[in-house]
């Protein structure tokens, strides 16, 4: 078992008005929440190499102390896309899993969830080879890319209603997590728990490996927060219906398929 080495919070965070604390982390400055911003930054961009996570602690940390003037650590632009990528397939994993979808065909899995985010994402780098690929180097991060593009989603919708005044550059991860480190902590938490506990019925493991999965430390002080559960659309479950039809054959029309996850 891997737990993240992440400074507790000084007071117990139990998050229940996010639009009050938006809008005063907008007041503030980042470096405030450094402490745990950037350890937890280093995990989700180099969650299996311990020696490019330490340089890129470092620079971050310089980055920020020094008016972001400093260089920043290399490919975390493409970093950023391929936590997307992450999070619509646990997102994915997540909406079926509670809207009691493909329940006759093993319920949610990894394996269905790449399968839609490969035929439903419009981005590039999102066929089904290069997804598991993503998955196998941050699968480990899982719940906290998945949380941080929830919460930039969440920042969206509300920049765009109106109620928030966001730049642009407000909305990138890496901004986010900076600006709400506990927020990005606290939806990890559901989804850490989850991940780990939830096991399809027909199948044998959870989504998430219990002895690399790098666990949130318990004693944080930030008290667990539900992601939101999307309605997933008919055209969703067509499409994976489509999938299991699809895979049959002609020869194997009038047998049994066995259910893969």
């Not at 969650?47 to 975390?76: H, Y």
């Not at 890319?145 to 550059?169: F, M, N, S, W």
């Not at 902590?185 to 490996?209: C, I, S, T």
Request: one cysteine or more; glycine letters at 6%; charged letters at 25%.
């Amino acid at each position: 078992m891997r737990e993240m080495e992440i400074p507790q919070f000084k007071y117990k965070s139990q998050i229940s008005d996010l639009e009050n604390l938006y809008k005063t982390r907008l007041r503030q400055k980042d470096d405030l929440r450094a402490a745990q911003a950037i350890p937890l930054l280093g995990y989700m961009g180099w969650p299996n190499d311990s020696t490019a996570r330490n340089q890129a602690v470092k620079m971050l940390r310089s980055w920020s102390s020094q008016s972001e003037t400093s260089p920043m650590p290399r490919r975390l632009k493409l970093i950023q896309q391929h936590w997307a990528s992450v999070a619509d397939i646990v997102h994915n994993h997540y909406d079926l899993s509670h809207g009691g979808h493909q329940e006759r065909r093993g319920g949610s899995s990894t394996n269905k969830s790449v399968f839609l985010v490969s035929k439903i994402a419009k981005s590039k780098g999102t066929g089904q080879s290069n997804l598991w690929k993503i998955w196998e180097i941050y699968k480990d991060i899982a719940h906290l890319a998945t949380a941080v593009i929830v919460v930039c989603y969440d920042l969206k919708i509300r920049r765009e209603g109106g109620t928030l005044p966001l730049h642009p550059q407000q909305l990138l991860p890496l901004r986010v997590i900076l600006a709400v480190p506990e927020l990005i902590l606290a939806v990890g938490m559901e989804l850490e728990r989850y991940g780990l506990n939830y096991v399809p019925k027909g199948q044998d493991e959870p989504m998430f490996d219990p002895e690399t999965l790098w666990r949130i430390p318990a004693d944080i002080n930030v008290a667990p927060l539900k992601p939101p559960v999307r309605t997933v659309p008919r055209k969703t479950i067509a499409i994976l219906n489509a999938r299991r039809a699809g895979n049959r054959g002609r020869a194997n029309r009038n047998k049994t398929t066995p259910v893969l996850g």
